[in-house]
């Protein structure tokens, strides 16, 4: 009898995705790829580094409130925008004010999770009209270097074809070792907590997909490498000046073991934010995806969809 849990990523990650088409929009300064998810109020998703507007979708289609859709753009320099398009973080929230021009929408809430941080925080504060909050998931404020604990883990598994290919071929056969990888180079958890870690992701059906659907959505880095390459280059080179002109509604979200984009960025976040309305979760414990896949992930999502719905 074949193991549930093989069974069950062995058809995930060898099956079609629950996405739609990608459009193109063109816009002053360039094109831009995006899809729209669901129907109802519209919700801008900006994704991090090695994804495009089919991470975003993967990742948080669970999590959004009924009667309402997800804006999904590529940043540029991912997948079908090209990198011309935007090389800045202002460059970036000028593009996104224009697609909202192109949709014909006034303004909305924006969601940025990891490198989606740079543009998220610099079009919160360009175009404050446009913003009705915000919300950072472990999001990038400022200065960005590679950490230094996970470098040569996340380049071995996820910054180049092979390597990805690899990952998502060897989360089917290992996928204990795979998640166990994944949490010890996005954390600082010792072994004790990352072994307890992987146990509950393996035991949830659900976190079970959205780790397939992470690495199924990072496995062609190809067309994403640019826009990777880009962020980082942007990231080292970032301020912390944008937060004094954000006044939206805002809900910063960061664990305090993320060795990826390492906590002081939410609470810097949080602290310079000049929001009437501002709130913040603290994950312990929890490592660069805990949104998805810390003990308290359930409580912290409905959080999320209850901000979106008061604020939209």
């Known amino acids: 009898m074949l193991n549930p849990v093989y069974q069950f990523l062995q058809n995930k990650l060898h099956s079609p995705l629950d996405i739609p088409p990608p459009q193109i929009a063109d816009l002053s300064m ?22 495009g507007y089919d991470q975003s979708i993967l990742l948080f289609k669970r999590y959004i409130p009924q009667g309402y859709k997800m804006i999904c753009p590529s940043r540029p320099g991912y997948l079908g925008t090209p990198l011309e398009t935007g090389q800045s973080k202002e460059a970036q929230a000028d593009a996104l004010a224009a697609l909202l021009d192109y949709l014909q929408i006034e303004s909305i809430i924006t969601i940025g999770i990891s490198a989606g941080g740079l543009s998220l925080y610099t079009f919160a504060s360009r175009y404050p009209e446009r913003v009705k909050g915000i919300v950072a998931i472990d999001a990038i404020a400022g200065e960005y270097l590679i950490p230094e604990q996970t470098g040569k883990i996340a380049q071995n598994m996820f910054l180049t074809d092979f390597s990805l290919w690899f990952t998502k071929e060897s989360l089917v056969y290992f996928p204990e070792t795979v998640i ?87 609470v810097f976040a949080y602290e310079q934010l000049k929001s009437r309305k501002k709130s913040k ?19 912290v999502q409905e959080t999320f969809r209850k901000f979106i719905i008061e604020h939209s």
């Not at 979760?281 to 409580?299: P, V």
Request: proline share 2%; charged share 25%; aromatic share 12%.
């Open 281 to 299: 979760i603290w994950i312990e414990y929890g490592t660069h995806y805990c949104f998805f896949f810390a003990k308290e992930a359930a409580s």
């Open 30 to 51: 360039g094109k831009m790829q995006f899809a729209i998810y669901g129907e109802g109020i519209p919700l801008l998703f900006l994704h991090g580094g090695v994804g």
């Open 180 to 266: 166990k990888n994944l949490i010890r180079a996005e954390g600082y958890l010792d072994q004790q907590k990352i072994d307890q870690r992987v146990k509950e992701i393996v035991e949830s059906q659900e976190q079970l997909e959205v780790i397939a659907e992470l690495i199924y959505s990072m496995s062609d880095y190809a067309p994403r490498q640019l826009g990777t390459m880009n962020d980082m280059k942007e990231g080292a080179n970032a301020n912390w000046d944008n937060f004094a002109k954000i006044k939206c509604p805002a809900l910063i979200i960061h664990g305090t073991h993320d060795s990826d984009v390492k906590f002081y960025h939410g």
